[in-house]
């Protein structure tokens, strides 16, 4: 009978602080999504894996017996959420990690700052006390009743140094860099975690951060009604696009534009080798590699520009939400990703992103940014069975390689043509088209596959550009470009918006190739372009 009363207690217990435990971490997520009602830039999403990680952290949290411990651990807790939530409020945009010791050196600056735009702050920091006021009462009517773990405090505090000890030996920042869709409480752990584990001790070891000056965005006109479609291909090279000479049939589609003087082809070059470095260079017309504070700081993003030309802005992607990390998100009215596209892709693949164009009303003017996923290996997880021109089956490493690369070039052939004739049927106002891609992709030249290497090779890409009822005099200037570099292709975007970008730290006819990093910390190619459209690495 005692053993029956005990078990039916340990129940009682266990049900009472999984209830806590899951009440409790669905409150340490209210202050985000409240946020995003009252600030739809805001993208935060509720994703059930850091929710069940979430879960593990408030699992330990309910068993803390002592009250100033609770208060400590919710203190450190509402710091990391309240400072991002205000940087947003003031900034737009989320702590990056190279941020974080800013704080220590600019303290008068931002205090003044944020004074100076209290009205914003009201909102987050409400939702962070109510959420907090109700965790303490949950607690307080809750904690008697609840399991009895082994110093659970210490067991958190023990979880606290993993991320700074990954960031001390990590090679790839981007993966501490802030996620569009996730919470403040996990982007700001993992920013702080970069500056603690990397960021400080690189400092302590003097190792120098090079300061650029800030750029100018000059407002030249207002473009008028217009609609501007930047496409983002992935792992792109011109080489096997028979528009470009390749020897198989893989564009007839887009071969069949050459005639239209709207159309315009080029070969280019990527800002980066991966997808997580190109994006936020490309759309925020960088040139420099390392230059951090620009790119967070959003000083000449594209979207940004186009809203405030008073364009819709749309941001469509077939990828998640991580990729698009400093590309301007925040300055997107509509914001759709991997996350949000995942069943309409398994049906048509890329050509979801048709589907998706087709939702927009071209009567108005639009900024619409696509980006693919077609391309990224494996190849052939990433197009339709219909699209399967060249086989598959019984072939060598090499032949298979090839062969499902063609068959994704001609999908993106399809796709590409079909946003094209989408926008040419639908919009009446002058409209253009900008395609490139991320980065290109090695098959098999020098027996080297893939993009994960930073040479030439890997950022060879296309540049196809579109205009229909365009004006003629920037048709003209795009067609002037000579092999643009991604930096260049984003100026003469920012020229069709009506901007012009002005960059202090150019220097005379050298540009950027930059490695896995955003950061530069992989490694840049500083390049000059020679004739025949060929890069020349700088020794």
């Not at 990690?97 to 303290?107: A, D, N, S």
């Not at 792992?235 to 096997?240: C, I, K, Q, T, V």
């Amino acid at each position: 009978m005692q053993f029956g009363t005990f078990i039916r207690a340990g129940s009682k217990r266990l049900g009472i602080h999984l209830f806590a435990t899951f009440a409790v971490a669905l409150l340490l997520m209210l202050p985000d999504h409240a946020y995003k009602l009252f600030n739809p830039a805001y993208k935060v999403a509720f994703d059930p894996d850091e929710f069940g990680a979430l879960v593990v952290v408030t699992f330990l949290v309910v068993a803390i017996r002592r009250g100033w411990l609770l208060a400590g651990t919710l203190a450190l807790f509402g710091l990391l959420q309240l400072s991002q939530l205000l940087h947003f409020a003031y900034f737009g945009s989320l702590i990056a990690p190279h941020e974080v010791g800013l704080f220590f050196h600019e303290q008068d600056e931002i205090w003044e700052s944020l004074a100076g735009v209290a009205p914003y702050m009201l909102v987050p920091t409400a939702a962070v006390a109510v959420a907090y006021a109700t965790i303490v009462w949950l607690w307080r009517k809750t904690h008697s009743q609840t399991l009895n773990l082994l110093c659970p405090t210490l067991i958190l505090l023990a979880l606290l140094p993993i991320m700074p000890m990954k960031a001390y030996g990590t090679s790839k920042p981007q993966k501490f860099y802030a996620n569009p869709k996730a919470t403040s409480l996990k982007n700001t752990y993992y920013a702080v975690s970069f500056f603690l584990g990397k960021d400080l001790p690189d400092r302590l070891n003097g190792k120098p951060a090079k300061e650029y000056r800030p750029y100018q965005v000059i407002k030249r006109e207002s473009p008028g009604p217009i609609n501007i479609v930047v496409v983002m291909g992935e792992s792109l090279g011109y080489s096997h696009m028979s528009l470009f000479g390749y020897e198989r049939s893989t564009t007839p589609k887009l071969e069949s534009l050459k005639g239209d003087p709207g159309f315009v082809y080029k070969q280019a070059i990527a800002g980066g080798i991966s997808t997580k470095a190109s994006l936020p260079l490309f759309f925020n017309v960088q040139r420099e590699p390392d230059n951090v504070q620009h790119m967070f700081r959003y000083e000449s993003n594209l979207i940004k520009m186009a809203r405030e030309q008073g364009l819709a802005t749309h941001y469509i992607s077939n990828q998640t939400s991580h990729l698009s990390t400093y590309s301007g998100t925040e300055y997107a009215d509509h914001y759709l990703t991997k996350e949000n596209m995942e069943a309409l892709y398994q049906r048509e693949y890329d050509a979801a992103l048709v589907t998706a164009l087709k939702r927009i009303d071209l009567a108005k003017s639009n900024f619409i940014v696509l980006h693919q996923r077609n391309s990224h290996s494996p190849y052939h997880y990433n197009y339709p069975p219909s699209f399967e021109r060249y086989p598959t089956a019984n072939l060598d490493r090499h032949q298979f390689t090839v062969n499902t690369y063609d068959n994704s070039v001609g999908f993106t052939d399809h796709v590409l043509y079909e946003i094209i004739r989408t926008l040419k049927e639908k919009s009446p106002v002058p409209t253009y088209v900008f395609f490139t891609a991320d980065h290109g992709e090695l098959i098999g030249e020098d027996g080297k596959y893939g993009h994960a290497m930073l040479e030439p090779g890997v950022a060879a890409v296309p540049f196809i550009f579109y205009a229909s009822r365009g004006d003629a005099e920037k048709v003209a200037q795009v067609r002037a470009m000579q092999h643009p570099s991604h930096y260049e292709i984003g100026r003469i975007i920012a020229r069709v918006l009506g901007f012009e970008v002005v960059n202090p730290n150019e220097v005379d006819g050298i540009h950027y190739i930059n490695g896995a990093n955003l950061d530069g910390s992989a490694g840049y190619l500083a390049y000059r372009k020679g004739p025949d459209s060929k890069v020349l690495p700088l020794r």
